[in-house]
């Protein structure tokens, strides 16, 4: 018997999950951790994920691809599209390039039917001190507003309003840049986004979301994404 050596871990590969119900994402490759026997984490396609499990157990299932051969840390510039299958023959959503009115840029988002289904819209870079920088529209609903000021009491306010694994992780981090001082427009500072007065969702950077509402349509989510990082 060989000692002194570990056995790799044959895994399956870690399958899609429906877009239409997913609550918590994050955009990366990353599929499976390194926990346990796996000495390295597995990563495939980038690819909007949702954490399933936990510990050496847990996944990051897939449920929006990016188009193949994608594989930086940004969309390729004009090709802001998702689609529901790793070799992108299924189109999910698409964002169209931003049309300048009254001084804000809007953004349509379109499903795979070409039909339009909302949009990202955000104030010029004159107003933003005046006005919230980034609006989702949802028709049939009030325009979902992102909020600077997303936690009374500081970064840790976040945490004791139950937010997902994924923002927890960060918020010592974001104390510290409070403390120090920070830009508090820092893209990685965790937002909330209301419509009225109803949390509609919470998310940090431009790569990590957690739904509150059920009625958001995630492509939207999505797309505002997709802007973000394009």
Wanted: include cysteine; charge should be neutral; hydrophobic fraction near 35%.
């Amino acid at each position: 018997m060989a000692f002194g050596r570990s056995r790799k871990v044959e895994e399956s590969p870690v399958q899609p999950v429906g877009w239409v119900d997913a609550w918590e994402f994050v955009i990366g490759t990353e599929q499976r951790p390194a926990a346990g026997g796996r000495k390295d984490a597995a990563h495939g396609p980038r690819a909007f994920r949702v954490p399933i499990g936990g510990g050496m157990h847990r996944v990051s299932a897939p449920c929006a691809f990016f188009p193949p051969g994608a594989q930086s840390s940004t969309s390729t510039p004009g090709d802001l599209r998702l689609f529901e299958d790793p070799e992108g023959q299924q189109l999910l959503c698409s964002v169209t390039a931003p049309e300048d009115r009254n001084g804000e840029r809007y953004f349509q988002v379109h499903d795979a039917d070409g039909r339009v289904i909302g949009s990202i819209r955000t104030a010029a870079a004159l107003r933003r001190a005046l006005k919230p920088e980034w609006y989702i529209e949802h028709p049939g609903r009030p325009a979902i507003v992102s909020c600077h000021e997303w936690a009374k009491g500081g970064a840790k306010g976040i945490v004791q309003r139950g937010t997902g694994k994924f923002l927890t992780s960060v918020v010592q981090g974001v104390a510290d840049l409070d403390a120090e001082g920070g830009d508090h427009s820092s893209p990685q500072r965790p937002l909330e986004w209301r419509a009225d007065d109803e949390l509609v969702m919470s998310s940090q950077g431009h790569c990590s979301f957690l739904l509150r509402a059920g009625w958001i349509d995630r492509r939207l989510v999505f797309a505002y994404a997709l802007v973000r990082n394009g």
